[in-house]
């Protein structure tokens, strides 16, 4: 998946990561989701998440190497929440280089 679906945003060597509208649209409605688990060490060339949604099937590489130090629970629980624009909500993991 091309960079431009998702965003980063850096503070203090840990890079939250999340899905862009742009990506979302693309995707469609989100129903499912697998996420990494904290703790887990991921290159550039691993899957980061593994997306379900109306138009696609979507493994979704780590933009970044690094340890995952937070997921995003309630996404995991509720994968429909990734289909909102509220960053604050939607990230699916930290990640610390």
């Known amino acids: 998946m091309n960079e431009k679906y998702y965003w980063m945003e850096e503070n203090n060597g ?11 649209d ?5 129903t499912f989701v697998s996420l990494p688990k904290v703790g887990d060490s991921l ?5 980061l998440i593994n997306v379900e949604a109306d138009k696609a099937v979507s ?8 340890t995952v130090v937070a997921i ?3 996404a995991a629980n509720d994968p429909s929440i990734l289909n909102n624009s509220d960053k604050n909500s939607t990230w699916v993991a930290k990640i610390e280089k």
Not at 26 to 30: D, P, S
Not at 43 to 47: I, Q
């Open 43 to 47: 290159t550039k060339t691993d899957v």
């Open 72 to 74: 995003n629970e309630d």
């Open 26 to 30: 693309e995707l469609g409605n989100i």
């Open 14 to 24: 840990v890079v939250t990561v999340g899905l862009t509208d742009e990506g979302k």
């Open 59 to 66: 493994d979704i590489p780590s933009p970044v190497e690094g």
